[in-house]
């Protein structure tokens, strides 16, 4: 089995730096460094952010992604899916602008290279004044046309269940409420996720296991440390992605679920590292982790 990188972790490193400095040029060449780190770690397929090509633009990241032997097993695309206007002609107007977006991604995809979109629901303010309904509402509304035009030119459209609890969309219920609405989407099975609900990670993925078409080896780790902005489960605890095999996910049994199903892609490894390792160790230790993991099964 050959595992993909999330490059999220890796990339908001040097996005960071570039929103102090707004340096193009540092930012290219973080980037190209990070795509050496990843290519050295023994990764062949990435999972990019939409976020890479806002920044860089699709030309010079395919370019890139070329030149390092690198292939895209998803392209990640964030929005605000679930954000009410301040009225219904503002509310049309904002939908216009997310679904147009969303075609947008489909065809980022497409000139990548890959197969899979997935859609990420964004959070950027409060939305506790929203009932569940009308976030599902939102989501489902600007997400079904997307799917659609994914569909028509070959791209398999995925959603996951997101942690951040404002959106509703962590639980298998919630998960199920909103996937049965909107024809054709599949699933992302990330590892991690559902613990924030309080929910066995093997059990949920069996809940989808028929509709699974990407999946996310994610640990998880609870914290204190507030700088990561870590995700805040039911129970008052916050959590974070951890290090491979550090964590509280049980991947052997989880591993052995995605070995024995249907699934036949390149599972993604979500990375985080600790202070006793540099990135480039951590990088080989995580995919060595679920090489002898996956080949042990």
Known sequence: MEFSLMTLNLFFIIFYKYMLLH???ELEENYEEMLDVISEAGFKYVDILGMEVDCLGID??????????????????????????????ANRALDTEIINAGKQAVENAQNLGTKTLMLIPQVREDMSGMSKDEIHANMIRRMTPIVSYAKEVGITTVIEDTPNLQLHLCSTEDLKNVSAKIPEVRIVYDSGN???VDEDPVKYFHNFENEIAHVHLKDMQTTTNMQRRPDRGLD?????????????IDFKSICAAVKNSNFKGHPTIEFATSPEMSIPDALVASRVYFEKLWSEI
């Open 236 to 248: 008052g605890r916050f959590w974070e992605t951890a290090p491979s095999g550090a964590g509280v």
């Open 194 to 196: 559902m613990v924030l």
């Open 60 to 89: 010079y990241v395919k370019e890139q992604l070329d030149k390092h032997n690198l292939k895209v097993n998803s392209y990640m695309f964030s929005q605000q899916f679930a954000k009410t206007a301040a009225d219904d002609a």
């Open 23 to 25: 340096d193009k040029e």
